[in-house]
C-alpha cells in the first residue's frame, strides 16, 4: 500500500509566481489535514479537508492561499504571489475516519527566492 | 487554545543510554490524546507513540515510554537503550477528543527537540 504522496518534494519559485503543492493520501482514505513547518518550528495546522469539502480552514491565511480536495485526483494546496515569508516544509496528512491514525507524507519544501 | 511547549530545544546521550524527553501542554479539555512524533533528516513523520488521556497506565512501545501526569499537564518521552537510528527531531502533538460540529481534530504541536546520539 502506497502512503501519503506528496510532490513535489522540493519547489523553488520567485517572489511573485504561484506554487502549487499536490497530495494524494492512501488509498481511501477521504479526510485530508495540510501542515506548515517553518524553519526550526513544529507543524501547524492550515486546513482540513474531506472530499469536495473544506470543513476548517481556521489556520489557512486569509489571502493567496487556497486548498481543494476534489473528488477525483489529489489534494492541491496553492499560494498565490509567493512571498519569501511562504518558504518552509508542507506536510499533506490523511485519515480514513475519525480516531483513526493519521499518515503523513514526506512533505514538500518551497523555497522563494 | 491549546498550546504545547518543549523545553529543550537540544538534547544528546550516549548510544545505549537512556534519555527523557520533555513535553508539557495547556488545556481546558478533560479528554484528548498526546502523540510523540520523530523527524529524521528525510523529513517523514513517524508516530513513535500515543496516549490517551483517560487512560491512566503510561503508554510504551519497545524502547520507547511516556511518563503522562495528568494533573501536571506532563507528557515526558524516555527512550531506552538509545541507538544511532533514533537521533531525530522529536515532536510532542497534542489533539482534543471531543468531537465538535465542524472540527478538525487537528494535532497542536510543540517546537520539538533535536535528539542527537553520540557513538
Known amino acids: 500500500n502506497a502512503g501519503v504522496m506528496q510532490n513535489p518534494r522540493h519547489l523553488v519559485r520567485r517572489r511573485g509566481q504561484e506554487a502549487r503543492l499536490r497530495c494524494s493520501p492512501v488509498?481511501?482514505?477521504?479526510?485530508v489535514y495540510w501542515y506548515r513547518q517553518l524553519p526550526e518550528e513544529g507543524l501547524k495546522f492550515m486546513v482540513y479537508?474531506?472530499?469536495?469539502?473544506?470543513?476548517?480552514e481556521s489556520g489557512m491565511p486569509k489571502e493567496r492561499f487556497s486548498a481543494e480536495f476534489p473528488k477525483e485526483g489529489p489534494s492541491i494546496l496553492r499560494i498565490q504571489q509567493v512571498v519569501r515569508g511562504d518558504s518552509a516544509a508542507y506536510f499533506c496528512?490523511?485519515?480514513?475516519?475519525?480516531?483513526?491514525?493519521?499518515?503523513f507524507g514526506n512533505g514538500t519544501r518551497l523555497t522563494v527566492t | 487554545a491549546q498550546t504545547v511547549t518543549q523545553s529543550q530545544p537540544e538534547m544528546s546521550v550516549q548510544e545505549a543510554e537512556t534519555v527523557t524527553l520533555s513535553c508539557t501542554y495547556d488545556t481546558s479539555e478533560s479528554d484528548y490524546y498526546l502523540f510523540w512524533y520523530k523527524q529524521p533528516p528525510s523529513r517523514q513523520m513517524i508516530l513513535v507513540i500515543r496516549q490517551e488521556a483517560y487512560k491512566q497506565q503510561n503508554a510504551t512501545e519497545n524502547r520507547f515510554s511516556v511518563n503522562f501526569q495528568k494533573a501536571a499537564k506532563s507528557f515526558s518521552l524516555k527512550i531506552s537503550d538509545s541507538q544511532l537510528g533514533d537521533a531525530a527531531m522529536y515532536f510532542c502533538a497534542y489533539r482534543s477528543a471531543r468531537r465538535k460540529q465542524g472540527g478538525s481534530e487537528k494535532l497542536v504541536f510543540g517546537k520539538g527537540t533535536k535528539l542527537t546520539v553520540n557513538p
Open positions: 479537508l474531506q472530499k469536495e469539502n473544506i470543513i476548517d
Open positions: 488509498k481511501g482514505h477521504s479526510h
Open positions: 496528512a490523511s485519515r480514513t475516519t475519525y480516531n483513526s491514525p493519521l499518515h
